[in-house]
Structures are given as structure tokens and as C-alpha cells.
Nanobody, 122 residues
Framework: QVQLVESGGGLVQAGGSLRLSCAASGRTASTYAVGWFRQAPGKEREFVATIHWSGGSTAYASSVKGRFTISRDNAKNTVYLQMNSLKPEDTAVYYC???????????????WGQGIQVTVSS
């Protein structure tokens, strides 16, 4: 069993930056791939980024590539999402999720955080 808690969200102006954290608890938390997903009002949940359990491989949605960076510190059981050059269209509830597969599909992730709001004003 893995529990996930997101933090670091909030309100920021366009062009600004935020860093989200996903703190994991559970004996085997560091052995899971972790993904970030987001859901805007009236839209489906979409993939943002994912990182292999080792931290050696990452993948990004085309809409955030070059602006967002995912990383992890397994000693702290924490995954980060550094978000730079934020745009109003990045506004959404952001979720972190843990799963055995390093993939973009949300259906393969077994454990989810409660979500955190990110709002980017124009």
C-alpha cells in the first residue's frame, strides 16, 4: 500500500514558476514509477509527466516539454514537478500517482493523491 500527498500548489501569474511535491509513504514506495496528471474543469484527466522508479528515465506530455521537469529523491520518498513558464492553460488540479509501469496511461497507476489546485492568472 502506498499513500501519496501533494503539496506546493497555489496561484501564480503567467510566466511564473511553482514546484509541486508528492510525498509517498509505504515500505515499497521508492520502487514505483510516479506520474503527474492534471484535470481542468470540464476536461478529462490528462498525462503531464512520469518518472521511472530509479529516476533514470522521464517522459513528458508535449504541452509541457521544455517547461516542466520531473525528478525524485528516493531517500525522501518524494517526487517533484518543477513548473516554469506557466501559462493560463496549465490551470488544473494536479494529481500524483504511483504504479508499477512507467507509462502515460492513468489507468495503470494504482495509487493516487488527493490532488492540488494550480491556478495561473493571465
Amino acid at each position: 500500500q502506498v499513500q501519496l500527498v501533494e503539496s506546493g500548489g497555489g496561484l501564480v501569474q503567467a510566466g511564473g514558476s511553482l514546484r509541486l511535491s508528492c510525498a509517498a509513504s509505504g515500505r515499497t514506495a521508492s520502487t514505483y514509477a510516479v506520474g503527474w496528471f492534471r484535470q481542468a474543469p470540464g476536461k478529462e484527466r490528462e498525462f503531464v509527466a512520469t518518472i521511472h522508479w530509479s529516476g533514470g528515465s522521464t517522459a513528458y506530455a508535449s504541452s509541457v516539454k521544455g517547461r516542466f521537469t520531473i525528478s525524485r529523491d528516493n531517500a525522501k520518498n518524494t517526487v517533484y514537478l518543477q513548473m516554469n513558464s506557466l501559462k493560463p492553460e496549465d490551470t488544473a488540479v494536479y494529481y500524483c500517482a504511483a504504479g508499477r509501469l512507467y507509462v502515460a496511461s492513468p489507468t495503470t497507476y494504482n495509487y493516487w493523491g488527493q490532488g492540488i489546485q494550480v491556478t495561473v492568472s493571465s
